[in-house]
T-cell receptor, first 115, second 115 residues
Framework: AQSVSQHNHHVILSEAASLELGCNYS??????LFWYVQYPGQHLQLLLK??????LVKGIKGFEAEFIKSKFSFNLRKPSVQWSDTAEYFC?????????????FGQGTTLQVKP | NAGVTQTPKFRVLKTGQSMTLLCAQD?????MYWYRQDPGMGLRLIHY???????AKGEVPDGYNVSRLKKQNFLLGLESAAPSQTSVYFC??????????????FGAGSRLTVL
């Protein structure tokens, strides 16, 4: 079955530390890839997406992600986190062939940034 | 522009009771989705719709029914609520992107507790 795995369930960092959240998926075909963020008490918002082209994509608030096809990975990075980045982060995959737009989500990673 | 609106935001039910969650979008999106979010499990797709009058099952459809009588509305019904259906429910919608290359817009969520 298709699945998305986020390796880090709970990450605690101090402000200005660098962040990398891992995401791997199990699907052999062409995929569309997403990172969504959920701030405390809010709904999910799109951070960034990859459909095609340059495998290094930049999103909002200084986040970026790199698609490595050979590793089936789409890791999220930020060079210097802020307290306001405290949130839950979800990686999601849409198989190109599905044509329905439905997403398969990872389990989520809770990021806590200490001031 | 309200985006995706879910009602109610909170609800407490007793086991065996029924209820309907309403999702309304004003973006003229073709696709609509219902997800449930549970701790440590990310978001799981319950049902989805690719157009008015059409519905399809997602990953966890048991115990739920849906209807899409109007393009802008997607209803999620629980016929006989069970404690296992205690969750936060998110509705989302999107345009019909080619090959699934579409971005979902999420509602604020509906927190349901079944006693």
């Amino acid at each position: 079955a298709q699945s998305v795995s986020q390796h880090n369930h709970h990450v605690i960092l101090s402000e200005a530390a660098s962040l990398e959240l891992g995401c791997n998926y199990s699907y052999g075909g062409t995929v569309n890839l997403f990172w969504y963020v959920q701030y405390p008490g809010q709904h999910l918002q799109l951070l960034l997406k990859y459909f095609s082209g340059d495998p290094l994509v930049k999103g909002i608030k200084g986040f970026e992600a790199e698609f490595i096809k050979s590793k089936f990975s789409f890791n999220l990075r930020k060079p210097s986190v802020q307290w306001s980045d405290t949130a839950e982060y979800f990686c999601a995959v849409n198989p190109y062939s599905s044509n329905t737009g439905k997403l398969i989500f990872g389990q989520g990673t809770t990021l806590q940034v200490k001031p | 522009n309200a985006g995706v609106t879910q009602t109610p935001k909170f609800r407490v039910l007793k086991t065996g009771q029924s209820m309907t969650l309403l999702c309304a979008q004003d973006m003229n999106h073709e696709y609509m989705y219902w997800y449930r979010q549970d701790p440590g499990m990310g978001l799981r797709l319950i049902h989805y719709s690719v157009g008015e009058g059409t519905t399809a099952k997602g990953e966890v459809p048991d115990g739920y029914n849906v209807s899409r009588l109007k393009k802008q509305n997607f209803l999620l019904g629980l016929e006989s609520a069970a404690p296992s259906q205690t969750s936060v429910y998110f509705c989302a919608s999107s345009y019909a992107g080619q090959g699934g290359a579409n971005v979902l817009t999420f509602g604020a969520g509906s927190r349901l507790t079944v006693l």
